[in-house]
Structure formats: structure tokens, C-alpha cells
């Protein structure tokens, strides 16, 4: 149980172009989820908590304009890099919370990520 | 302001040897600690959690941790070192009294080796 999925587990695109990532949870609902992007060799970043029909909440520093978050349902946040820059080259790892899980759990359960690299 | 600390980014051990990976942390509320597991190109897979019950807690593949609120560790340790057990580690830290969705902070991960 508690399976989280990611769509496509990798991806090349040309500079400029846009890039949507899905993040679905397969045997749960999920009113939260979370978008993290991985330097190599580094930690994870947090960069917004999606929650299931309202806007996302973005960390300080991450450009809301060019990470669109979208989380039309209790199993699919979305992720779409607009007009993507080499600079945007990354690992993406979403996360989510099992709804029927009391809040006191606080685990999230994490996707197997998708690397972008922009050319 | 929560914060995590992993000292040593890269460990190295021989197959069979206990394993000991550090972790601090800092928080101004009781704080709810992960450790996480990443192998490479893959998403972060739950070791164990500490979230206020017992200060010693078993997970996964014969890790354990302990919670020692004085010394403000999470050490997570194994008895016996196995060539699998080669990946990247995260200690996490949650605010528990976050009345919304709670945040994860990782700390910056620590390497494990195993050599036989």
C-alpha cells in the first residue's frame, strides 16, 4: 500500500519548451501533496505543498509563474515547468499524505521522481 | 525554524560492521524525526520515524534509531553492514504541532559505502 507514482520517470526538452509531471497516488487519497527538486548529490528541496482544490503553497525563493502546481483531485498533483532553462535540470520527487492517516502521522510516502534535463 | 544536521556526508564501512550515520537536530517545538533511504535515481523510501512514543525505534532492514532529546540526536545506526545497504541517507525533521500539512527539512544526506 501507500504507492506513489510519477509520470515520466525521465525527460529531455529543448530550452523554452514547457514540461508537465504528474504525480499520482494509486491506493490512497491524498489532500496534500508535496514537489521537491534534487540537485546531484545534494538534498532535497522543498519547493511547494499542493492541496487538493486550492492553490499550491510555494517555499520563498521558488517562482510560482514558472512551476505551475495544479491538484484537481485527492490522487494527481501536477507539475509543469514552463519555458524550461538548462538551469532548471533536476530531480523532481513529489510526496504524499495518506487522507485516511491522522495528521499526528505526518508521514509522506515519495514518488521515484523524474529527472528533467533541459538541453 | 526547524533544521536538521548530518555530520559526515560520506561514511564508509566494511560488510559486517556497524553502521552509524548522525543526525541533530534543532527545533523550538518536540519535533517528529525521519530517516529515509535513496538509492540512486529513485524516490526516498521510509526507514523509520520517531514521533514521541518510544525514544528507541526499529525499522527497516535492521536500522534503528534513538531519540535523545538532550544530546538533540537521531542517530541511526545497524549492527551489521550489508553491501546493499549502500545508498544515500536522509534524517528529516517535522514540526508536530503544524496545524496544517507538516513540512519535511532533510538534512543534506550522508553517503553510506559498504566495501567487503
Known amino acids: 500500500g501507500a504507492v506513489v507514482s510519477q509520470h515520466p520517470s525521465w525527460v529531455i526538452c529543448k530550452s523554452g519548451t514547457s514540461v508537465k509531471i504528474e504525480c499520482r497516488s494509486l491506493?490512497?487519497?491524498?489532500?496534500?501533496m508535496f514537489w521537491y527538486r534534487q540537485f546531484p548529490k545534494q538534498s532535497l528541496m522543498l519547493m511547494a505543498t499542493?492541496?487538493?482544490?486550492?492553490?499550491?503553497?510555494?517555499e520563498q525563493g521558488v517562482e510560482k509563474d514558472k512551476f505551475l502546481i495544479n491538484h484537481a483531485s485527492l490522487t494527481l498533483s501536477t507539475l509543469t515547468v514552463t519555458s524550461a532553462h538548462p538551469e532548471d535540470s533536476s530531480f523532481y520527487i513529489c510526496?504524499?499524505?495518506?487522507?485516511?492517516?491522522?495528521?499526528?502521522?505526518?508521514?509522506?510516502?515519495f514518488g521515484p521522481g523524474t529527472r528533467l534535463t533541459v538541453t | 525554524a526547524q533544521s536538521v544536521t548530518q555530520l559526515g556526508s560520506h561514511v564508509s564501512v566494511s560488510e559486517g560492521a556497524l553502521v552509524l550515520l548522525r543526525c541533530n537536530y534543532s527545533?523550538?517545538?518536540?519535533?517528529?524525526l525521519f530517516w529515509y533511504v535513496q538509492y540512486p535515481n529513485q524516490g526516498l523510501q521510509l526507514l523509520l520515524k520517531?514521533?514521541?512514543?518510544?525514544?528507541l525505534v526499529k525499522g527497516i532492514n535492521g536500522f534503528e534509531a534513538e531519540f535523545k532529546k538532550s544530546e538533540t540526536s537521531f542517530h541511526l545506526t545497524k549492527p551489521s553492514a550489508h553491501m546493499s545497504d549502500a545508498a544515500e541517507y536522509f534524517c528529516?525533521?517535522?514540526?508536530?504541532?503544524?496545524?496544517?500539512?507538516?513540512?519535511?527539512?532533510f538534512g543534506t544526506g550522508t553517503r553510506l559505502q559498504v566495501t567487503l
Open positions: 510526496s504524499a499524505r495518506d487522507l485516511a492517516w491522522p495528521l499526528s502521522s505526518y508521514e509522506q510516502y
Open positions: 491506493d490512497f487519497q491524498a489532500t496534500t
Open positions: 499542493s492541496n487538493e482544490g486550492s492553490k499550491a503553497t510555494y
Open positions: 527545533s523550538s517545538v518536540p519535533p517528529y
Open positions: 520517531y514521533t514521541s512514543a518510544a525514544t
Open positions: 528529516a525533521v517535522s514540526d508536530q504541532n503544524t496545524g496544517t500539512a507538516s513540512k519535511l527539512t
